[in-house]
């Protein structure tokens, strides 16, 4: 999939709009990274700038479903979500690189490392992906 194809991708669900998560890189082999631009809509409260953790989880699971989407080549609905959070960000524009670590017939595994431009870890997550079956020709 091409870095046009996954913004495609990205942009079809009206949630992901609602965020304004943007695509930065995509490899074949189930790797992306992702952009959300700070807002400080984002914050638990606003005076201080510290990101919600609503915010942290979404941005990892949209990087972790889009990932495998991206090698099952339909989408991967979220089956289960893990979230660690090591540093509270602040006011910081944060990336996700997701990185496909199992791809079945029926599960994926992505895990996803949330960080800033100058590369300081905020939050790391795992989550395990739906595979729904290739609809049938004809």
Not at 37 to 66: K, Q, R, S, W
Not at 70 to 91: E, F, I, M
């Amino acid at each position: 999939m091409t870095l046009p194809e996954l913004e495609a991708l990205l942009a079809q669900p009206a949630f992901h709009q609602l965020v304004k998560v943007e695509a930065v890189a995509v490899s074949p082999d189930g790797r992306l990274t992702l952009r959300l631009p700070f807002d400080p809509a984002y914050t638990l409260f606003p005076e201080h700038g510290n990101y919600h953790g609503g915010v942290i989880a979404t941005l990892i699971d949209v990087a972790g479903t889009m990932a495998c989407s991206v090698l099952a080549g339909r989408p991967t609905p979220t089956a289960n979500l893990r979230v660690d959070y090591l540093k509270s960000p602040r006011g910081c524009d944060l990336f996700a690189d997701a990185l496909v670590q199992r791809m079945g017939g029926q599960l994926a595994v992505a895990d996803v490392t949330v960080r800033d431009e100058a590369g300081t870890v905020y939050a790391i997550g795992r989550g395990s992906f739906s595979v729904p079956a290739a609809k049938a020709a004809g």
